[in-house]
């Protein structure tokens, strides 16, 4: 069995900033991508950063500048640093992974959510 824990959303003002973590566990043989995409209610889920094993990263327009991802392999763990946040980022966050779990091929994973809010 292979799960996302996410953390760290919440409720911020505008101009603030806040971490989300996400740690893989399981049966894990290797993870070739790990990020975060969000959806706001009545959107359709949207990339926010992703950030491959190499170090490669991608992020939407509208977060560059503002978040950075970052990872941990050793532990199989993503973050995502937020900062000047505006009211148009709250939205659900989710967790996403590329993970190649023992005896399984490459499957994609999610967490369960993480709600930020950012008041105006």
């Known amino acids: 069995q292979v799960q996302l824990v996410e953390s760290g959303g919440g409720l911020v003002q505008a101009g603030g900033s806040l971490r989300l973590s996400c740690a893989a566990s399981g049966s894990i043989r290797s993870i070739r991508v790990m990020g975060w995409y969000r959806q706001a209610p009545g959107t359709q889920r949207e990339l926010v950063a992703t950030?491959?094993?190499?170090?490669?990263?991608n992020y939407a327009d509208s977060v560059k500048g503002r978040f950075t991802i970052s990872r941990d392999n050793a532990a199989n763990t993503v973050y995502l640093q937020m900062n000047s946040l505006k009211p148009e980022d709250t939205a659900v966050y989710y967790c996403?992974?590329?993970?190649?779990?023992?005896?399984?091929?490459?499957?994609?994973?999610w967490g369960q959510g993480t709600q930020v809010t950012v008041s105006s």
């Open positions: 950030r491959t094993s190499t170090g490669s990263t």
């Open positions: 996403y992974a590329a993970i190649l779990a023992w005896g399984r091929p490459e499957w994609a994973y």
